[in-house]
């Protein structure tokens, strides 16, 4: 899923923006180095890419600046649970991790079955669906993700 581009390996994969940063250091977390290089990593991704932790360890490791394995995998697993990540299941077995970007709405995952393309989209009907039932059930929605699964027109052909 990951295409290798070229900002991605360069010097500011390191960097963070100091609102994720102070949201680290609000939820009683420190901004390691390593913390700060993976949250650049994915400040730094293109819009619509997701990350599994071995390709996060391996753009770590490109950087010149590598992080463990169980440090890559500990760190998601943080960020994830403090809210600065989503965790995604794109593929079947497969976690993929994203920005967690509430200001910028929901969105949702279109997967091809085949060669695993995923194309983003944000649809206000799922959004209102979802959170008419949340409500109806006495939820209250924090998160919404849809993911479809399918073939795209480069597989069928």
Do not use: W
Not at 39 to 61: D, K, M, R
Not at 80 to 94: K, P, T
Request: with cysteine.
């Amino acid at each position: 899923m990951l295409r290798k581009s070229p900002h991605l390996l360069g010097e500011n994969m390191h960097t963070i923006d100091d609102g994720l940063k102070s949201e680290l250091n609000s939820k009683g977390f420190r901004a390691t180095p390593q913390r700060q290089r993976i949250l650049g990593i994915f400040q730094n991704l293109p819009q619509g890419e997701h990350l599994a932790a071995e390709q996060v360890h391996t753009l770590s490791a490109n950087s010149g600046k590598p992080i463990s394995v169980s440090t890559v995998y500990r760190t998601l697993h943080l960020m994830v649970s403090i809210g600065l990540l989503r965790e995604l299941e794109l593929a079947e077995g497969h976690k993929y991790y994203e920005l967690n970007q509430a200001s910028e709405g929901q969105h949702h995952h279109l997967v091809c079955i085949e060669c695993g393309q995923t194309i983003e989209f944000s649809e206000q009907l799922i959004d209102q669906i979802s959170q008419h039932h949340a409500k109806s059930s006495g939820y209250h929605m924090v998160d919404c993700q849809l993911t479809l699964y399918g073939i795209c027109k480069h597989c069928m052909s």
